[in-house]
Nanobody, 124 residues
Framework: QVQLVESGGGLVQSGGSLRLSCAAS????????MGWFRQAPGKEREFVAA????????DYADSVRGRFTISRDNAKNTVYLEMNSLKPEDTAVYYC?????????????????WGPGTQVTVSS
């Protein structure tokens, strides 16, 4: 399995921006589809964004489409989530996940490896 560690979370005002990073070790990411999920207090973990191994295809939750951008640098074994126009409802723990397949999935159970998460808090 690949080991994942997220970074870049923090406290930001509504309308602000953050860039999350997900660094991988153990295996190279160039054969994995990568995803970002989030979990707010009292809520289930939900899909945010995903990107295929080549970066040629991405998918987003409707709630973040147009505000968030997922990207990857396979040479650096890192995946990013650029978050703009943040809202208080974006407050959650954000998780990076790896899926050993060629296709995007929005389902938690489709991903094999998970990072510990990074907290994002958006104040109003």
């Amino acid at each position: 399995q690949v080991q994942l560690v997220e970074s870049g979370g923090g406290l930001v005002q509504s309308g602000g921006s953050l860039r999350l990073s997900c660094a991988a070790s153990g295996r190279t990411l160039n054969t994995y589809t990568m995803g970002w999920f989030r979990q707010a207090p009292g809520k289930e973990r939900e899909f945010v964004a995903a990107i295929t191994w080549s970066g040629g295809r991405t998918d987003y939750a409707d709630s973040v489409r147009g505000r968030f951008t997922i990207s990857r640098d396979n040479a650096k074994n890192t995946v990013y989530l650029e978050m703009n126009s943040l809202k208080p409802e974006d407050t959650a723990v954000y998780y990076c996940a790896a899926r050993g397949g060629w296709t995007i999935s929005t389902r938690n159970w489709a991903y094999d490896s998970w990072g510990p998460g990074t907290q994002v808090t958006v104040s109003s």
